[in-house]
Nanobody, 126 residues
């Protein structure tokens, strides 16, 4: 059974930083796309960042140059480093993973991902 557990959320002031972690169990790490999504108050869930099996990353335009996705394969952990945070980054952040095995290229589409964590809240105040 696949389990994804996020941690690292919290409250920060604008301009601050946070690092989110996603611990995966029951999942073969690095064999398919993994990503981060977020859902702000009153908003649809949106893709933030993803990483494919080769370590190639993709980002939403709104977070490029501020957020960095990475993975620690020996620890089965997906990370999201968030810098220069803005109030509009306030959201519940979710870790997600695709089933099976795949090659290069990960889309930031919810429908591509079957496994989801429960989320961790990030609140950025102005």
């Amino acid at each position: 059974q696949v389990q994804l557990v996020e941690s690292g959320g919290g409250s920060v002031q604008a301009g601050g930083s946070l690092r989110l972690s996603c611990a995966a169990s029951g999942y073969i790490f690095g064999r398919n796309c993994m990503g981060w999504f977020r859902q702000g108050p009153g908003k649809e869930r949106e893709g933030v960042a993803a990483m494919d099996v080769f370590g190639i990353t993709s980002y939403a335009d709104s977070v490029k140059d501020r957020f960095t996705i990475s993975r620690d394969s020996p620890k089965n952990t997906l990370l999201l480093e968030m810098n220069s945070l803005k109030p509009e980054d306030t959201a519940m952040y979710f870790c997600a993973a695709k089933p099976g095995f795949s090659g290069a290229g990960c889309r930031l589409l919810q429908s591509d991902y079957s496994y989801w964590g429960q989320g961790t809240q990030v609140t950025v105040s102005s």
